[in-house]
C-alpha cells in the first residue's frame, strides 16, 4: 500500500470531513466554517449526501412546507446532490455552492447526532422509524422557520434587516435545535393526550435549546472564540447564550436569563425560559468553581450569585476573570469542558427516565438532580439551588 493509501485508509477509520459553520458565517469571527468528522466511514455515504440514518433531498422548485398528512418522501425533480471528492470525504464542497447547503444540513444533523449518542452511551433511534428508517432533510424551502416532524427536518430562511435571505441550512443553533427535538421524541415519546399536555411542549423547547447549546461547545474552535470574545466571562452577552442568532445583532432566545416561573405567560417558549436558565446558570457555576479549584479565579468569584447579576456585578465577574483569561486561555477551555460534560452527561441520563404523560418541570428537575448525584455531587448541589431559584422546585 502507498503513502496516499496508507492515508486514506487511516482517515476511514475517523470517519468523513465536513465543512461546518459552528456559528452563523455573517457572525463576527466566524466567517470561515470548521472541518469536522462524522462518525459514518466515507464508503458508508454516498451522493445527497445520504447515509444509514439520514437523507437529503433539495428541491428544484418551490415547495410548500410538509404538513399532515401531506409527509415524506419528496419525490419532485431535484438539485443536483452534493458529491464527494476523489477522497471521499466532502470538504471540498464551495461555501458559496448550492450542493454546500446539503453538505452542511447533512453534516450538522450528523454531528449532533454523534455527540448525543456519547453522552448517551448508545445509537439514538428514530421515533419515527417504524414508518421511516432514516430523517429526511429539505435544506431549502422558502419560508422564514424551520421544523423537525415525522422522518423529516424542513430548513426555511431568516429575512435580513438588509433585505438579503439567510438559509437556516447555514445556522448550526436552528438545526441542532430541531434535531433535539427528534432526540427527545425518540428517547421518551410523546404524551397520550397530546403535544400541548402539561409541560411537556415548554420542556421540549428548553431541552431543546440545551441540546444546540451544549452541542456547540463541542466545537473546538469555536469554544475559542466564545472565550476571547468575552474574556472568559461567559454570563456578557455572547455566541453561547444567545441561542440561534440572526442577522442586525438579535437571537432567538436567550439562554442566560432571570426568568421564575412566577413570572411567565402562557406561551410555550417563555415558559422554557426558567428550565433552560437554571440549566445554564449550572454550567457557568460548575466552571467558576473549577476555575476557583483550580487557581484560574479569585475566590471572591464564588461570592457573586449569577442568577440575578447588575451592571457592577458583572464588571467584577470580569475583572476576577478577564486577566487571568488572557495569560492562560486553555486551561479556561478545560475548565469549561469540564462543565459541558459533566452538564450534558447529567441530561444525558435524566432524559430517558422522564416519562412524557407525567411530564411536568417539578419532576425532570427532580430526576435531573437525582442523576446529576452519581456525576459529580457537587453538580446535583447547584442544580437543586438553580431550580429552587427559579421555583422549579
Known sequence: MDAVDRVVAQDALLGTRFLVYSQVPHLSGYATPETVWISTPPDLIRSGPEDHRIYVRDPLLDKEPYDYPYLPPFIGEVFPPAEAGFDGHFDQLSPTSRQFLSGHAFASVSRVLDIWESYLGKPIVWYFAETYERLEIIPFVDWENAQSGYGYLELGRERGIDGRNYPYALNFDVIAHEVGHAILFSLFGTPAGGLTQGDFGPFHEASSDLVSLLSFLNFDSGM????????GNLLVLNELNRIAELTGDRQIRLASNARR????????????RPFTGAVFD???????AALVQEGLA????????IK??????????????????????????????RARDEVALALAQAWPR???????FENAAATLVDVSDRVAPALAEKFEENFRWREIL
Open 308 to 337: 440575578d447579576v447588575d451592571q457592577s456585578d458583572m464588571q467584577r465577574i470580569s475583572d476576577f476573570t478577564s486577566r487571568a483569561f488572557r495569560a492562560r486561555p486553555f486551561m479556561f477551555k478545560s475548565m469549561l469542558i
Open 298 to 305: 479569585d475566590e471572591r468569584l464564588l461570592g457573586i450569585d
Open 261 to 272: 416561573m412566577s413570572e411567565l405567560t402562557a406561551e410555550i417558549h417563555d415558559r422554557s
Open 282 to 288: 449550572t454550567i457557568v457555576d460548575v466552571y467558576h
Open 224 to 231: 475559542d472564540r466564545l472565550l476571547r470574545h468575552c474574556d
Open 354 to 360: 422522564l416519562d412524557a404523560d407525567d411530564l411536568t
